[in-house]
T-cell receptor
Framework: DTGVSQNPRHKITKRGQNVTFRCDPI?????LYWYRQTLGQGPEFLTY????????KSRLLSDRFSAERPKGSFSTLEIQRTEQGDSAMYLC??????????????FGPGTRLTVL | AQSVTQLDSQVPVFEEAPVELRCNYS??????LFWYVQYPNQGLQLLLK??????LVESINGFEAEFNKSQTSFHLRKPSVHISDTAEYFC????????????FGDGTTLTVKP
């Protein structure tokens, strides 16, 4: 399958622990996006990358959150000192990143985080 | 900053009936508009988008949406729905000056009953 993949699909952790999620975009996609989705709400933009450069970060992304895309391919999203309010579905999407706005974002299946 | 309001959280309809899912947006600049669909146990997929030109855009599975600038709306319609259209639908907007950042509505659950 050549779609966007995310690992793990589910993560249960205790409050205060650190967690890291991985996203593998579609091959040759230059842009990669992270969103957070809580129950009953739509996805909320967190950040996006053009290749390895992080172009924008939402103010939702507190200093406990950090995202990287070191080689312009896969990306990781780390949450330090997790809180119960961090429980959500974390979505990753990728796009070609050329000639926006003709770009189309392709979404992965998400990582569901539960903080106990 | 842009925002999106989906006016109905749940829309139940019978098979072969018409449906309209309503979406209003707010932005101080020109925007691009999108509808995404999420079928049960699947990821979000782009259904259709408005970038410029004709205000009526269509998808391959019979949905259409019309951009109405004066009413700041982008309602999604289908003249005759199928059971397989049961899904959650999200309206989204991004500003022309920052097309990488999309703002989503809270979604509308469409349930098609036999």
């Amino acid at each position: 399958d050549t779609g966007v993949s995310q690992n793990p699909r589910h993560k249960i952790t205790k409050r205060g622990q650190n967690v890291t999620f991985r996203c593998d975009p579609i091959s040759e996609h230059n842009r990669l996006y992270w969103y957070r989705q809580t129950l009953g709400q739509g996805p909320e933009f967190l950040t996006y990358f053009q290749n390895e450069a992080q172009l924008e970060k939402s103010r939702l992304l507190s200093d406990r959150f950090s995202a990287e895309r070191p080689k312009g391919s896969f990306s990781t999203l780390e949450i330090q000192r997790t809180e119960q309010g961090d429980s959500a579905m974390y979505l990753c999407a990728s796009s070609l990143g050329v000639a926006t706005p003709l770009d189309t974002q392709y979404f992965g299946p998400g990582t569901r985080l539960t903080v106990l | 900053a842009q925002s999106v309001t989906q006016l109905d959280s749940q829309v139940p309809v019978f098979e072969e009936a018409p449906v309209e899912l309503r979406c209003n947006y707010s932005s101080s600049v020109s925007v691009y508009l999108f509808w995404y669909v999420q079928y049960p146990n699947q990821g979000l997929q782009l259904l259709l988008k408005y970038l410029s030109g004709s205000t009526l855009v269509e998808s391959i599975n019979g949905f259409e949406a019309e951009f109405n600038k004066s009413q700041t709306s982008f309602h999604l319609r289908k003249p005759s729905v199928h059971i397989s259209d049961t899904a959650e639908y999200f309206c989204a907007v991004s500003e022309e000056t920052n097309a990488g950042k999309s703002t989503f509505g809270d979604g509308t659950t469409l349930t098609v009953k036999p």
